[in-house]
């Protein structure tokens, strides 16, 4: 089992900049891919960003180039950097971790690009 808290999400403008944080616990060693999704009121959960265990990152086209994905792994932590803040960004985020074909979630953090 894995367990998975987020933090550091809030309000902030257009242009802002905020970081996520995911902590980790539990099963630690096991896990391989971590990666960030987000849920805007109405729409599907959509993917942000994945991470593997060496490094190697992803990110989905609406966030190339504005996002970075990092990790930890000494002190099981994930991390999102959000530049360029855009009122579309708008959405609860949620961390994202696989146990060979276990899938964990955090509980999610909501995050409002508003003026």
């Known amino acids: 089992q894995v367990h998975l808290v987020e933090s550091g999400g809030g309000l902030v403008q257009p242009g802002g900049s905020l970081r996520l944080s995911c902590a980790a616990s539990?099963?630690?060693?096991?896990?391989?891919?971590m990666g960030w999704y987000r849920q805007a009121p109405g729409n599907r959960r959509e993917w942000v960003a994945t991470i593997t265990k060496r490094g190697p990152t992803n990110y989905g086209d609406s966030v190339k180039g504005r996002f970075a994905i990092s990790r930890d792994n000494t002190k099981n932590m994930m991390y999102l950097q959000m530049n360029s803040l855009k009122p579309e960004d708008t959405a609860v985020y949620y961390c994202?971790?696989?146990?060979?074909?276990?899938?964990?979630w955090g509980q999610g953090t909501q995050v409002t690009v508003s003026s």
């Open positions: 994202n971790a696989l146990v060979g074909e276990d899938s964990f």
């Open positions: 539990g099963s630690i060693s096991s896990i391989t891919d």
